[in-house]
T-cell receptor
Framework: DAGVIQSPRHEVTEMGQEVTLRCKPISGHDYLFWYRQTMMRGLELLIY????????DSGMPEDRFSAKMPNASFSTLKIQPSEPRDSAVYFC?????????????FGPGTRLTVT | GNSVTQMEGPVTLSEEAFLTINCTYTATGYPSLFWYVQYPGEGLQLLLKATKADDKGSNKGFEATYRKETTSFHLEKGSVQVSDSAVYFC?????????????FGKGTMLLVSP
C-alpha cells in the first residue's frame, strides 16, 4: 500500500499567488482530513470529509482557504490569495473507520513557504 | 470541550535512559487515547492506543496506561535509543457526540544522544 500521497512536498510562492495542495488518500478509506502544523499553534484540524462530503470546516481560518474532494481518491486544499502567515506544513490524513475516531494515516506533508 | 495537555519539550536524554512524557486530558465523554510519533520530515504515525480505563497500550517498547482517575495517559519507555528522537503527540477521541475527530496536544520533542 502506497499510503497517503501528498503533492507537492515543498512549495515556495509569493504573497498573493494561488496555492493548490493535493492529496490522494488510502484506497477504501471513508474519511479525509486536512491539518496545518506550525510552531506557534501546533497541529490544527482545518476540515474533514466523509465519503467525499465536507463534514466540518470550522477550522478553516479564512475565506481564502477552500477544500474540495471531487472523488474518493483525490482532494485539494486551495489558498487564494496566499499570505506569509500561511507558511506551515500541511498534512492530509485518511481513516477507514466509521466514526472517524480511530487511527488516522498521515501523508508526509507539504511544506509551504509564502514570501 | 476536549483538550490535551502535554509536558513541554524538548526532553533531552542519553541513550538507554528511562523516558516519561506526561499527558493529561479533559473530555466530556469516554475518550479513546492515543500517542502519535512524528519523525523528522515525516507525517504522524500511530504509536499506541487505549480505548477504555485501565487499558495499557504498547508498541516498540513504549507503554501508556489509561488512568481515568487522574485523567492521564503518560508515555514511558525503559531504555531509549537514538532512533527514538522524534516529536510525540498525545491525542484523544471522544465518541460521545457521534462524529468524532482527534484532539491533539502540542507535541513533545524528544532528543536522545549517544
Amino acid at each position: 500500500d502506497a499510503g497517503v500521497i501528498q503533492s507537492p512536498r515543498h512549495e515556495v510562492t509569493e504573497m498573493g499567488q494561488e496555492v493548490t495542495l493535493r492529496c490522494k488518500p488510502i484506497s477504501g478509506h471513508d474519511y479525509l482530513f486536512w491539518y496545518r502544523q506550525t510552531m506557534m499553534r501546533g497541529l490544527e484540524l482545518l476540515i474533514y470529509f466523509n465519503n467525499n462530503v465536507p463534514i466540518d470546516d470550522s477550522g478553516m481560518p479564512e475565506d481564502r482557504f477552500s477544500a474540495k474532494m471531487p472523488n474518493a481518491s483525490f482532494s485539494t486544499l486551495k489558498i487564494q490569495p496566499s499570505e506569509p502567515r500561511d507558511s506551515a506544513v500541511y498534512f492530509c490524513a485518511s481513516s477507514p473507520y466509521r466514526t472517524a475516531s480511530y487511527e488516522q494515516y498521515f501523508g508526509p506533508g507539504t511544506r509551504l513557504t509564502v514570501t | 470541550g476536549n483538550s490535551v495537555t502535554q509536558m513541554e519539550g524538548p526532553v533531552t536524554l542519553s541513550e538507554e535512559a528511562f523516558l516519561t512524557i506526561n499527558c493529561t486530558y479533559t473530555a466530556t465523554g469516554y475518550p479513546s487515547l492515543f500517542w502519535y510519533v512524528q519523525y523528522p520530515g515525516e507525517g504522524l504515525q500511530l504509536l499506541l492506543k487505549a480505548t477504555k480505563a485501565d487499558d495499557k497500550g504498547s508498541n516498540k517498547g513504549f507503554e501508556a496506561t489509561y488512568r481515568k482517575e487522574t485523567t492521564s495517559f503518560h508515555l514511558e519507555k525503559g531504555s531509549v535509543q537514538v532512533s527514538d528522537s522524534a516529536v510525540y503527540f498525545c491525542a484523544l477521541s471522544d465518541q460521545g457526540s457521534g462524529y468524532s475527530t482527534l484532539t491533539f496536544g502540542k507535541g513533545t520533542m524528544l532528543l536522545v544522544s549517544p
